[in-house]
C-alpha cells in the first residue's frame, strides 16, 4: 500500500509526540468537526493518529474526512479484528482521547457501560490503565447537572479532563490547540532548547526630543516578553534587553534595561562578547533619531525637528554572531503577499534565519491577537489568528528546527 499523503505533515512542527501512538475518538457533539485540525495537530507533533467515530458523530462528519486527516482507517464499528483490544489493551497505545466528550460518553465511562464503539474502546483503557484524555462539551445545565458532576469526581483520580471553554452558557469544546499543549506536556516538552544561550530585544525604544518631550512607538513588549517566557519554560538561558514596554518580562531570563537605540545597540554588542546560540530581535527600535534641545521648545511658535537615521542594529549582527538569527519585521496595512516580500528582502539584507512578520495596523493595535509569517530563504509559514501566547509556541518551534 503506496504511503497516504496526509502523513507528508508528521514532524512538521515538533517530534514530542514522535513514535507515540494517540487514539482519538469522536463523540456526537456538533464540536466533532474540531476533531480533525486536533488529529492534525498531534500528527504534526509526531503522533500517530488513529481515530475512532461514534454512530451520532459519523452523522456530523464523515469517516472520510478523518481517514483523510490521519491517513488511518476509521473505526466505527467494532468486527472480529478485535479493534477495542488493538488499541486499548495493555501498551497497545500511549493515550486515548476522546474529543469532543459528551455528557452520554462520560457516565459510560464512569458506570461500566460499553455498547458503542467508543465507549468498548475506554473500557478496556480503563481497565488497563491506559491514559485517557476527555475535552468535555455540553450545555452549562448538563455540566452542573449532580449526577454529571459525580461521574467526572469519580473518573478524576484517573481519567485527565481539559477544561471545557464556558461561553454563552455552554460548557464548549476546549481549542484544539489547548489539547494539544496539554498532550505534549504530559509526553514532555522538547529538550532541544534545553541549555541553549539565546539573546533577545523586546519592547519599544525612547528618543529625546527635549528635556519633556520624546519620540517612541507603541509597542507594549508583549509578544517579546511571551517569547522570552516560553524560552526559558523550555530550559533555555534567556538574556534579554527591554526597552521601557509596559509587559512584564520573565522571573527567569536575565532583564538588561536600556531607553534608547544607542543603549540597546551597546548593550546588544557587549553582551555579544559572549557567545550565544540564538539571538531574537524583537525589540520595536526607532528607525530614526531627533536631533535633541537641550531646552524646552516653545509651544507657541511652529519648530522643525530634524531626525538623522538610527543604526540597524540586525544588519551588524552576524559580523560579530556566528550563531542563529531571527529578526522581527513590522509593517503597517500592506497586504500579505507585500508583507512576506518584505520580510524576506531584509532576511537577506542581514543574513538572518528567519524573519517573523506582522502587520501592526489598527486591526491588531493594542490586541491579544495577532496573525504573523514566519519567512525563511526557502518557506512561509502563516500562523493564522491565534493569540500572541500560542504564537510564541509556534516561533519556539520554527527555533528548534533551525538549531538541527
Known amino acids: 500500500m503506496t504511503r497516504h499523503p496526509s502523513l507528508d505533515i508528521v514532524e512538521s512542527h515538533g517530534t514530542e509526540l514522535s513514535g507515540k501512538r494517540i487514539v482519538l ?3 456526537g457533539s456538533v464540536a466533532a468537526y474540531k476533531s480533525i485540525e486536533l488529529a492534525r495537530l498531534l500528527m504534526r507533533h509526531g503522533a500517530n493518529v488513529k481515530c475512532v467515530m461514534s454512530g451520532a458523530s459519523t452523522k456530523l462528519i464523515k469517516p472520510d474526512y ?26 497497545r497505545s500511549d493515550l486515548i482521547i476522546v474529543y469532543p466528550s459528551t455528557a452520554n460518553t462520560l457516565g459510560k465511562l464512569a458506570n461500566g457501560i460499553d455498547d ?6 475506554l473500557t478496556v483503557a480503563f481497565g488497563s490503565k491506559t491514559p485517557i484524555l476527555m475535552g468535555l462539551a455540553m450545555h452549562a445545565s448538563m455540566y452542573e447537572n449532580a449526577a454529571v458532576r459525580k461521574n467526572m469526581q469519580f473518573l478524576r483520580k484517573k481519567v485527565d479532563f481539559v ?7 455552554k460548557a464548549k469544546a476546549p481549542e484544539p490547540e489547548d489539547v494539544l499543549d496539554f498532550v505534549l506536556t504530559k509526553f514532555g516538552q522538547s529538550k532541544k532548547l534545553k541549555g541553549k544561550k539565546v539573546l533577545m530585544t523586546a519592547g519599544p525604544t525612547v528618543e529625546k526630543i527635549d528635556p519633556v518631550r520624546i519620540m517612541t512607538n507603541i509597542s507594549t513588549g508583549k509578544t517579546g516578553t511571551l517569547l522570552a517566557s516560553e524560552l526559558v519554560s523550555a530550559g533555555a538561558k534567556v538574556t534579554l534587553v527591554y526597552g521601557p514596554g509596559t509587559a512584564e518580562p520573565p522571573k527567569g531570563a536575565k532583564i538588561i534595561r536600556v531607553k534608547t537605540v544607542s543603549e540597546m545597540f551597546s548593550a546588544v554588542k557587549k553582551e555579544l562578547r559572549k557567545k550565544f546560540d540564538v539571538v531574537i530581535l524583537a525589540a520595536a527600535v526607532s528607525d530614526f533619531i531627533p536631533k535633541n534641545s537641550n531646552s524646552k521648545i516653545k509651544s507657541n511658535r511652529g519648530t522643525t525637528i530634524k531626525l538623522t537615521r538610527a543604526p540597524k542594529i540586525i544588519d551588524h549582527i552576524k559580523k560579530i554572531h556566528k550563531g ?3 529578526g522581527f519585521k513590522a509593517e503597517a496595512n500592506v497586504s500579505k503577499k507585500e508583507l512576506v516580500s518584505r520580510a524576506r528582502k531584509k532576511l537577506k539584507e542581514s543574513d538572518a534565519d528567519l524573519m517573523v512578520a506582522n502587520d501592526i ?3 491588531y493595535n493594542n490586541s491579544d491577537y495577532n496573525e504573523v509569517f514566519l519567512v525563511d530563504s526557502k518557506n512561509v509559514v502563516k500562523t493564522g489568528r491565534k493569540t500572541k501566547a500560542k504564537i510564541v509556541k509556534i516561533i519556539c518551534k520554527n527555533i528548534e528546527k533551525n538549531l538541527n
Not at 163 to 169: D, F, K
Open 163 to 169: 477544561s471545557p471553554q464556558m461561553i454563552e452558557g
Open 66 to 91: 478523518m481517514k483523510w486527516a490521519t491517513g488511518n482507517h476509521v473505526i466505527t464499528k467494532l468486527t472480529g479484528n478485535m479493534e477495542h483490544i488493538d488499541l486499548a489493551d495493555y501498551k
Open 25 to 27: 475518538c469522536v463523540a
Open 324 to 326: 542563529i538569527l531571527i
Open 361 to 363: 495596523g489598527s486591526r
Open 116 to 121: 458503542t464503539p467508543i465507549s468498548t474502546v
